[in-house]
T-cell receptor, first 116, second 115 residues
Framework: AQKVTQAQTEISVVEKEDVTLDCVYETRDTTYYLFWYKQPPSGELVFLIRRNSFDEQNEISGRYSWNFQKSTSSFNFTITASQVVDSAVYFC?????????????FGEGTQLTVNP | EAGVAQSPRYKIIEKRQSVAFWCNPI?????LYWYQQILGQGPKLLIQFQNNGVVDDSQLPKDRFSAERLKGVDSTLKIQPAKLEDSAVYLC?????????????FGSGTRLTVV
């Protein structure tokens, strides 16, 4: 079985603050993929990033960065200099490999509110 | 490239009534997923199709939910009879193939309210 845990249910910050969203996962597969999605109030799921289990390099995209640590089964997401438009629910998700088929298992989400 | 189309966008029904949702995946995508997202939770997989065959329906409440994907293209998810706890957003997603990673595209969802 696979599981994704996002311990932070809600986070509130003031604009321009940095914020980190935590994600811890469990899987028995040796090959797997990790994702982050953004869900704004309109409801659609917006893909942000995918990382496979063999690539532990951190990634930066503009104000977004991701820290993948296989040793601690974590895939954390940092927003630098947050903006009001970053307010949304953010989901971490896991797609397993040999034992899990191609289903995506989502965490419960973190509601991020960025106040002006 | 057109996205995953879902209809209706919103639906309000009374408990014990029936309802159906429709999904048209991206052209050529072999795999289609239906997810249920209850307010305040992450999406949960209900059923996965590979072409027109069911790959995974382990979390589908089969006593009231059914789904089909005729000709391996469009799909319909039905609830009969609906319960209050079925109130949720129903998301459809598609991907080119089942194994490995080939990307997922989600539709905008159908928001169901059961009163």
């Amino acid at each position: 079985a696979q599981k994704v845990t996002q311990a932070q249910t809600e986070i509130s910050v003031v604009e321009k603050e940095d914020v980190t969203l935590d994600c811890v996962y469990e899987t028995r597969d040796t090959t797997y993929y990790l994702f982050w999605y953004k869900q704004p109030p309109s409801g659609e799921l917006v893909f942000l990033i995918r990382r496979n289990s063999f690539d532990e390099q951190n990634e930066i995209s503009g104000r977004y960065s991701w820290n993948f640590q296989k040793s601690t089964s974590s895939f954390n997401f940092t927003i630098t200099a947050s903006q009001v438009v970053d307010s949304a629910v953010y989901f971490c998700a896991l797609k397993g490999g040999e034992t899990s088929g191609s289903r995506l298992t989502f965490g419960e989400g973190t509601q991020l509110t960025v106040n002006p | 490239e057109a996205g995953v189309a879902q209809s209706p966008r919103y639906k309000i029904i009374e408990k014990r009534q029936s309802v159906a949702f429709w999904c048209n995946p991206i052209s050529g995508h072999a795999t289609l997923y239906w997810y249920q997202q209850i307010l305040g939770q992450g999406p949960k997989l209900l059923i996965q199709f590979q072409n027109n065959g069911v790959v995974d329906d382990s979390q589908l409440p089969k006593d009231r939910f059914s789904a089909e994907r005729l000709k391996g293209v469009d799909s319909t998810l039905k609830i009969q009879p609906a319960k209050l706890e079925d109130s949720a957003v129903y998301l459809c997603a598609s991907s080119p193939r089942g194994r490995g990673y080939y990307g997922y595209t989600f539709g905008s969802g159908t928001r169901l309210t059961v009163v």
